[in-house]
């Protein structure tokens, strides 16, 4: 026997609801799967790339004439801290990592079925 | 049929008694969503074993008075928190393996700063991985230990296995995890070659901002995010789905960024020339054959990934050298099979059935 329709608006909206998000979902996936978005992707990317870099530039030369340290100064001496820190990590990793200051349960768990 | 058009009528006025209710803990509880925090996610007692560069190493508190002999080291996916396998009691990967007598390690990230972007795969796999596989060792007191990796967590545990196979790994579970980049249709589309300078978009930005990946990972559905919150509101009056949702949208908009380096190395070399899958790629001067994995080994893959498609996980099996190994498929997607629902009736038992036999 055939099932009777179901008339509950809001089952019917939650149905939409799924049917469109496969829907959308199907259709941009073949869209973004193309040549044509993945160069109109890349080729927004590249000018946003290329206006970061000339902000970038710019603002640096200013701080550079205001006499303030840039982004890239800051960075360099974070390397120099980094290089601190792997230093220190380095005679750190030579000793064992500390042992658990509470002591363990005992390690002898078997599996249920043995 | 009077007798069916009054049933009929009872069960209209009946739903819209429910509907309007509804509609008006709605209101009520909207008002909660946007002025309450969200729920906390990975409160699980812990302790840091180390923190080096974007890796931090957590041992957890056990739950238990006896513990399997052989400890286990969660590996988290670079791109993501690690609280999706800590969510909250009852929905945490890692409450439950301490519950089944584990002694559970997590190795998870931070983003890496600036001056770490030059930080590539080998040091992730080789370097961060091996530390944290000393460090359990250490602290347990055992020679050997077994390895959980989630998606690219995954890929980092059979980089590690592969190229270290005598070093105490005993078994490796690995979970929705790429081999085959060029069955990431989408992915692999952008980073088509022919359009894509990965080198200019990481010698301007250095490190890989969280945005883009959590925009490319959003791509991928792009109805799905005005589809949940519409579900949301039409679930607001359900304090479980709200919370559930809370967590589960928290974490993936919460995405770490990328080191630049360990991003133009996948592009490159896992993407534009798939040498995971073909045996090719070399590491710090090791090439990565994952034919020498030999220890016990169980891929679980989802049956509906839309991040990490099973035809670019499936090769796995075949590739790595095991005589024991299993594959599972099970029903979920690239996170509910981690987390949520499916993942306490399916993932967890299935790996706890693997593991429980081979760690004594």
Redesign the interface.
């Known amino acids: 026997m055939a099932e009777p329709p179901n008339l509950?608006p809001?089952a019917m909206w939650?149905d939409m609801?799924?049917q469109?998000?496969r829907g959308?979902?199907s259709v941009?996936?073949q869209a973004?799967?193309?040549?044509e978005?993945?160069?109109a992707?890349?080729?927004m990317?590249?000018v946003g790339?290329r206006l970061?870099?000339t902000v970038g530039e710019v603002v640096g030369k200013s701080l550079e004439a205001l006499n303030l340290p840039t982004?890239n100064d800051l960075?360099s001496i974070?390397?120099r801290?980094?290089r601190i820190e792997a230093r220190l990590?380095e005679i750190?990793?030579a000793a064992?990592?500390?042992?658990?200051?509470?002591p363990?349960?005992?390690?002898?768990?078997?599996?249920?079925?043995? | 049929m009077a007798d069916n058009a009054a049933l009929d009528i009872g069960a209209f006025a009946s739903?819209i008694q429910e509907?309007t209710q509804r509609a008006v803990q709605r209101a009520v509880k909207g008002v909660g969503y946007f002025t309450s925090p969200a729920p906390a996610m990975g409160v699980t007692p812990k302790?840091l074993?180390?923190a080096?560069g974007p890796a931090r190493l957590y041992?957890y508190?056990?739950t238990?008075?006896?513990?399997?002999?052989v400890p286990v080291l969660l590996v988290m996916a670079t791109t993501n928190r690690g609280y999706i396998l800590d969510l909250a009691p009852g929905q945490s990967f890692i409450g439950f393996l301490l519950g089944r007598?584990y002694?559970v390690f997590m190795l998870e990230w931070e983003a890496p700063?600036?001056?770490?972007k030059n930080l590539d795969l080998g040091d992730y796999a080789l370097d961060f991985v091996a530390?944290a596989a000393?460090?359990v060792k250490?602290?347990?007191g055992?020679a050997d230990f077994s390895i959980i990796g989630y998606c690219a967590g995954g890929m980092l545990s059979v980089i590690y296995a592969a190229v270290n196979p005598g070093l105490g790994l005993k078994n490796l579970v690995v979970f929705t995890t790429p081999v085959d980049f060029q069955q990431m249709?989408?992915f692999a589309?952008?980073a088509?070659k022919?359009?894509?300078?990965v080198d200019?978009?990481v010698d301007?930005?250095g490190n890989i901002p969280p945005e883009v990946i959590y925009t490319s990972f959003d791509?991928?559905?792009?109805?799905?995010r005005?589809?949940a919150q519409?579900?949301l509101w039409?679930n607001m009056w359900n304090d479980e789905f709200v919370k559930s949702y809370r967590m589960f949208d928290r974490w993936g908009v919460d995405a770490l960024a990328l080191a630049g380096g360990y991003f133009r190395q996948v592009v490159r070399e896992l993407f534009w020339e798939n040498r995971l899958a073909n045996n090719t790629l070399v590491l710090r001067g090791h090439r990565v054959d994952l034919g020498r994995i030999t220890m016990p080994f169980l891929h679980v893959q989802a049956e509906h990934d839309h991040i990490v498609p099973r035809a670019a996980s499936q090769p796995l099996i075949g590739l790595v050298g095991s005589l024991e190994k299993e594959e599972l498929v099970l029903k979920g997607g690239h996170v509910s099979i981690a987390a949520g629902g499916n993942a306490v009736r399916r993932m967890w038992p299935a790996v706890d059935r693997f593991l429980?036999?081979r760690?004594?």
Not at chain 1, 32 to 35: E, Q, R, V
Request: zero cysteines; glycine letters at 2%.
């Open positions: 509950d809001l939650r609801l799924g469109w998000e959308v979902n941009a996936n973004m799967g193309s040549d978005f993945s160069r992707m890349h080729q990317t590249a790339l970061q870099q982004r960075i974070n390397e801290l980094s990590d750190a990793t064992p990592a500390p042992k658990p200051a509470v363990r349960p005992p390690r002898t768990r078997r599996p249920p079925s043995a | 739903r509907e302790d074993v180390r080096r041992h508190r056990p238990e008075d006896e513990l399997y002999r007598g002694d700063r600036p001056e770490e530390q000393e460090d250490a602290q347990t055992e249709e989408l589309n952008w088509d022919r359009f894509f300078d200019r978009m301007t930005l791509l991928l559905r792009p109805a799905a005005v589809a519409a579900r039409d429980a036999e760690s004594v």
